[in-house]
Every structure is written in structure tokens, then in C-alpha cells.
């Protein structure tokens, strides 16, 4: 049973460049959720998809956007890439809501630096 | 708001030593509770969880008791090992009008043979 994936592994970009980053939820999963990981620090929330749309928002910029594919697949765009902008992204899948917020497992990450 | 308050690291233990990381959390009502790990270059792991009051979460020798009363949830370990070191993570996942985890700001495990 194949866990999160994610992809690409590492990325490197410069100050105004665009970034897509890919991830495919847990077998069985359709919700999927993304966190940004600054180094040495916990993640922290950026949005959730459910059914293709955005259920809900952490405290994140309109610059951070995303998207949800009907087989529950999620990209993270980032546009107008800052050097703050650099930290580990994690992709996070859950199943299916049932009254309340179900376990998160979380795929590798991918490692975006911005230079 | 919800918030998660754990034990500054590092922490550095021989091996077969006990391991407490202490965790507190602020929510409402009655949040789930979890652990997660991180290896090193590595993305989260769960470690364990718990989603009511004087539930026991416990996996892979680690556990943790959810305590209403203190709002605690501590993470416990017998007999820690080298490949026990990590980064770990306590978070929480509000009762009902959020998906969004929580989590504090990690504590780093070194284990020294």
C-alpha cells in the first residue's frame, strides 16, 4: 500500500520565479493538505482540499494556491517566490471526514530553496 | 486559538535511558492528540495518537496519556535507543470546526550509545 507521495524531491528557484509541487494522497484518502515547514521549526498549516475545492485556509498569502485533480491528487502553487519562501512543503492525505477531523499522514516532503 | 506548548530541546540520552518530552496544549472542547517524528531529511511520521480524555496512545515502545485535567499530553519512552533520535512533534487536531493540526515547535532526541 503506497503512502503520500511527493514530488520533486528538492527544488531550487530564484526571487520571482513560479513553483509547482506535486502529491498523491494515501490509498483510500481523499483529502489532502499542505504545510510549510520552516528549518527548525513545527509546520504550519497552509490549506486543505476536499471534493476539488479548498475547504480551508491557514494564514497564508493569496500568492500560495492549489488545486485538487478528481482522482485526489493536489499541486501547491507558489508564485512571486521570496527568499522566505524557502523550507520543506509537506503534503498531508486523510480519509474521508466523518464529523470530525481524521488522521493526517504526512509524504517526505519536497525541499524548495529560493535564492 | 488552539496552541501547543512543548519541551525545549535538544535532548541528549544514553541509550536505555527514559525518555519524557512534556507537551500542554489550549483548545476547546475536546481535541485529538497526536506524536509525530521526523528523521533526519525526512517528512513526518505519526507515532501515535489519542482522541479522548484518559486515552492511551502507544506504538513502537513510545506512549502518551491524554489528560484533560492538566491538558497534557507526554510523550514516554522505557528504554530509548540510537535509532530513537529524531526530531518530535506534538500536535493537536481541534474537536470540530477545523481541519487544521496544530503543532509546537519540536523537540530534537539525540541518543548516544
Known amino acids: 500500500d503506497a503512502g503520500v507521495t511527493q514530488s520533486p524531491t528538492h527544488l531550487i528557484k530564484t526571487r520571482g520565479q513560479q513553483v509547482t509541487l506535486r502529491c498523491s494522497p494515501k490509498?483510500?484518502?481523499?483529502?489532502v493538505s499542505w504545510y510549510q515547514q520552516a528549518l527548525g521549526q513545527g509546520p504550519q498549516f497552509i490549506f486543505q482540499?476536499?471534493?476539488?475545492?479548498?475547504?480551508q485556509r491557514g494564514n497564508f498569502p493569496d500568492r500560495f494556491s492549489g488545486h485538487q485533480f478528481p482522482n485526489y491528487s493536489s499541486e501547491l502553487n507558489v508564485n512571486a517566490l521570496l527568499l522566505g519562501d524557502s523550507a520543506l512543503y509537506l503534503c498531508?492525505?486523510?480519509?474521508?471526514?466523518?464529523?470530525?477531523?481524521?488522521?493526517?499522514?504526512f509524504g517526505p516532503g519536497t525541499r524548495l530553496l529560493v535564492l | 486559538g488552539n496552541s501547543v506548548t512543548q519541551m525545549e530541546g535538544p535532548v541528549t540520552l544514553s541509550e536505555e535511558a527514559f525518555l519524557t518530552i512534556n507537551c500542554t496544549y489550549t483548545?476547546?472542547?475536546?481535541?485529538?492528540l497526536f506524536w509525530y517524528v521526523q528523521y533526519p531529511g525526512e517528512g513526518l511520521q505519526l507515532l501515535l495518537k489519542?482522541?479522548?480524555?484518559?486515552d492511551k496512545g502507544s506504538n513502537k515502545g513510545f506512549e502518551a496519556t491524554y489528560r484533560k485535567e492538566t491538558t497534557s499530553f507526554h510523550l514516554e519512552k522505557g528504554s530509548v535507543q540510537v535509532s530513537d533520535s529524531a526530531v518530535y512533534f506534538c500536535?493537536?487536531?481541534?474537536?470540530?470546526?477545523?481541519?487544521?493540526?496544530?503543532f509546537g515547535k519540536g523537540t530534537k532526541l539525540s541518543v548516544i550509545p
Open positions: 500536535a493537536l487536531l481541534p474537536w470540530a470546526g477545523s481541519y487544521q493540526l496544530t
Open positions: 498531508a492525505s486523510s480519509p474521508r471526514d466523518r464529523g470530525r477531523g481524521e488522521t493526517q499522514y
Open positions: 482540499y476536499y471534493e476539488e475545492e479548498e475547504r
Open positions: 489519542a482522541t479522548k480524555a484518559d
Open positions: 490509498s483510500g484518502h481523499d483529502t
Open positions: 483548545a476547546t472542547g475536546y481535541p485529538s
